[in-house]
């Protein structure tokens, strides 16, 4: 199957010959000149991890720091998926459950923070101490990055005792939530607990769970070659890693 680039050369081709024949010797002259370019493209890449900072502060950090790749940062999983759909990018910059979506993406490199690859799920609450076989008990609040059905699919591996849940587009709406009703209980990934007391400056109680979830991957679209994404990424410097929760890349 030609590339979009070889079929463009093919239209401008074939339109340039319909004008000589025409003698239109201008527009001839130029459609033949646009037909003998050889197109490129630039490498695209989707960015969606809920994170403190605003999608287009992302994007534009991004594009400032690799002006030779198409970025579009996402702050809605919906938005996400559904631009995934519309049009599928060379590589994605993701969690790990996200890509599960998407098997005809391969990881080809995972953040790391203090030597590890993950991170563990704590569970938030304001008044009490919930230990995880008393979820059950409790309707749980958490950042939905799959969309309902995944997100029912996900938790029965990890959390099977959660039977009811709120879910919320982003960190900072847990917050909302813990002022209107004190007695939410929220799951939570350790590396958005200190943003979240900051910015709230609530008094959180906080358990640890053994159950863990994958720090940002960046993964590409099998059968491309996105280098220069790659390339983007290693060169990604702490206060851009920050963003992501992440040290370094690997």
Same mark, same amino acid.
């Given at each position: 199957?030609?590339s979009?680039?070889?079929?463009?050369?093919?239209?401008?081709?074939?339109?340039?010959?319909?004008?000589?024949?025409?003698q239109?010797?201008t527009?001839?002259?130029?459609?033949l000149?646009?037909?003998?370019?050889?197109?490129?493209?630039?490498?695209?890449?989707?960015?969606?991890?809920?994170?403190?900072?605003s999608?287009k502060?992302?994007?534009?950090?991004?594009?400032g720091?690799c002006?030779?790749?198409?970025v579009l940062?996402?702050?809605?999983?919906?938005?996400?998926?559904r631009q995934? +759909? +519309?049009?599928s990018?060379?590589a994605? *910059?993701?969690?790990p459950?996200v890509?599960?979506?998407?098997?005809?993406?391969?990881?080809?490199?995972?953040?790391?923070?203090?030597?590890?690859h993950?991170?563990?799920?704590? =569970?938030?609450s304001l008044?009490?101490?919930?230990?995880?076989?008393?979820l059950g008990q409790?309707?749980?609040?958490?950042?939905?990055v799959l969309?309902r059905s995944?997100?029912?699919?996900? *938790?029965?591996?990890?959390?099977?005792?959660?039977?009811?849940?709120?879910?919320?587009?982003?960190?900072?709406?847990?917050?909302?939530?813990?002022?209107?009703?004190?007695?939410t209980?929220?799951?939570?990934?350790?590396?958005?607990?200190?943003?979240?007391q900051?910015?709230? +400056?609530?008094?959180f109680?906080?358990?640890?769970?053994?159950?863990?979830?994958?720090?940002? =991957?960046l993964?590409?679209?099998?059968g491309?070659?996105?280098d220069?994404?790659?390339?983007?990424?290693?060169?990604?410097?702490?206060?851009?890693?920050?963003?992501?929760?992440?040290?370094q890349?690997r």
């Open positions: 199957m030609p979009f680039a070889q079929l463009a050369r093919q239209i401008l081709s074939t339109a340039a010959s319909t004008l000589r024949q025409r239109n010797n527009l001839f002259l130029l459609l000149g646009l037909a003998s370019v050889e197109f490129t493209w630039a490498e695209s890449l989707y960015v969606y991890v809920p994170s403190s900072a999608a502060s992302i994007q534009d950090q991004i594009r720091q002006n030779n790749i198409d940062a996402f702050g809605l999983s919906k938005d996400f998926h995934i +759909k +519309k049009a990018p060379g994605i *910059l993701t969690l459950p890509l599960s979506r998407y098997p005809n993406f391969k990881l080809v490199n995972r953040g790391e923070r203090e030597g590890s993950q991170e563990f799920y704590y =569970i938030v008044n009490s101490n919930v230990t995880s076989d008393e409790h309707k749980v609040a958490l950042v939905d969309g995944e997100l029912k699919s996900y *938790l029965k591996t990890r959390f099977p005792q959660i039977k009811r849940t709120t879910r919320v587009t982003k960190y900072e709406d847990l917050i909302a939530l813990w002022i209107f009703k004190p007695t209980i929220a799951l939570v990934p350790h590396g958005h607990l200190a943003t979240l900051n910015k709230s +400056k609530l008094t109680v906080m358990t640890k769970t053994d159950q863990s979830v994958g720090l940002p =991957i993964a590409v679209e099998e491309k070659a996105p220069n994404v790659i390339a983007c990424l290693s060169s990604f410097k702490a206060p851009l890693n920050s963003l992501f929760g992440v040290e890349w």
